[in-house]
């Protein structure tokens, strides 16, 4: 086996996959169900962040949504705040997005469709798989 080959399709599958988690985000936007969802937990992650802007933590926020159907589908989301934050009381609601044909797929509203982020996701992984495939043909 070649030395670096391993660490070359280690590094093309992580490319494929920021690909296709854009590529998620972005159809979650085009075509995906829009619904309500109850903000069930909130919870800090870990301690105070290494940011710039001391203060700041990374929040895990769960929610639960119906389906058409009545099933309830669990998903969440992280947040990155400040010290303060308000504890879930099953009142809160946030838009969210999912797949019909498979729900467990489902993102916050505002974290799909054409925005920044998932092509920023995109690039860098189609940054990731050239390079990986320039570097081998180079070989």
Known sequence: MKKG???QIVLSLLGVAFILWGSGSLALGISGEQTTAVVTDI???????????PGRYTYNISYTF?????????????????????????????QIRY??????????????????GPFALILTGGVVVFLMVRKNQRE
């Open 99 to 116: 797949f019909p044909g498979f729900p467990y797929i489902n993102a916050l509203d505002k974290d799909t469709g054409l925005g920044a």
């Open 43 to 53: 919870r800090r992650e870990g301690g105070e962040r290494t940011d710039v802007k």
């Open 5 to 7: 080959l391993f660490s």
């Open 66 to 94: 119906t389906l058409p159907d009545g099933r309830k589908i669990n998903g969440f989301t992280k947040k990155i705040g400040d010290a303060v934050f308000i504890k879930a009381d099953g009142t809160s609601t946030v």
